[in-house]
């Protein structure tokens, strides 16, 4: 059975610049590390992602589109298909006391995050400091190598593997997770864990807003999710019966 | 039709204490405004309560037993039954420093923080403040005039006064719950604005808690209670329907 639209995948895969072949995203722990990428607080295995449902560039899930489960494919993706142009406007000059204002002394080469946007540091100059707010990757063509390692078949597997990409939550088990579908709605009770989230109650919903979203996309016949967090009244014990 | 135990009420209430006639807590909007108290941040009517389900002091809640709907009654409560006596040792002497450390400057009369205790300052004397960490009414005998204003007998009514008393958020519209008990199994499902919480998913896990607590205790019959987070698919605009 070959990749097509809308169905649920795993991919592994490592991005690198064309003309560099720097390392710039991958699931493989090896090379994450060989790359001076790792970090420990993520798991690296084969990402579960909707085909068309824009968790990769739309370039890629359009080329995995026709593989095999197991097979690989190398991938270009032009600087226009990936993240953009670079825009030379965004290359901005800032005063230096901006900087000493908040106690920071820029560097070039130094990241910075200004009004949500990332910025890194090209030159300092006496009192100006040029900062380029661009894409990093920019400008720039990319080459995958991308494996689709599985093709997910199963209704509730699809269900989970958007849970797994939507909530992270090293807490959460998903092997936990109960799902029920009746009717056209799926009930989805995650592992009691996530209810003692110390995140807050609006970003736990903004992230079952994207798993709903790519369940009623992509699966078909499903038009309501619920989630169902369940309080039930524990048996009493002998004690608590003999006081009565 | 008279108050029992396990009765969801609402009641209004004020309380002195008795040897002075200080109002120290009331549900009376103006009481509490001569009295000093008033909380623009609080709502002031009847708060419903569980009779027996420690919402309120224990004796309150024995002392409305009998009562009918609209009665009132004049309970006195001994500090044995409210907050309990002063112990001498709950009065520490704090050196000066400690405050200074914090940029505080004690006087008598100021209340203050220490490792979640709420203290009060008694005297400042030289290098040293002497703090009472007894609770303010602690060794008062208390007198409660209390109204039952109503003896709540449906039970989704039941469940909506619990959600009032413990899931306090103003911007969610309690009118706007949708509640479905079937087979013992009260299923929930709360204003949409409920989703939109600040805060944590713990804390509101509590306030769930408490609510599922006092439900299976108290409503005959219930022995779960399920919140329940729709998402459901909008019906697709006319230009989505077009591209298909």
Known sequence: MAVDNGDFVRVNFTGKVKETDEVFDT???????EAGLFDENKTYKPIPIVVGGNHLLPAIEEAIIGLEEGETK?????SDNA?????????????????????????PGMRIQS????????TVNGGRVKVDFNHELAGKDL???????????????????????????PNVDIDKTEIDIVDGVANIKLDEMAKFDQKSYMDVTFARFRIAKDIWDNVEGITKVNF?????????????????
């Not at 825009?87 to 908040?102: C, G, H, I, R, S």
């Not at 967090?229 to 048996?235: A, G, I, L, P, S």
Request: no cysteine.
């Open 27 to 33: 699931t493989y722990d090896e090379i994450a590390q």
């Open 74 to 78: 190398h991938i270009e993706v032009d």
């Open 83 to 107: 993240f953009g142009p670079r825009d030379p406007k965004m290359v901005q000059l800032v005063p230096m006391k901006e900087f000493k204002k908040q106690g920071m002394t820029p560097f």
């Open 115 to 122: 009004e949500g946007s990332n910025g890194k540091i090209l």
């Open 143 to 169: 080459v995958y190598d991308v494996e689709v390692t599985e093709i997910i078949a199963d209704e509730e597997d699809k269900i989970k593997s958007m849970i797994e990409l939507h909530y992270a939550n």
């Open 228 to 244: 169902v967090d369940e309080f039930e009244k524990k048996e009493e014990s002998d004690d608590e019966v003999e006081e009565e």
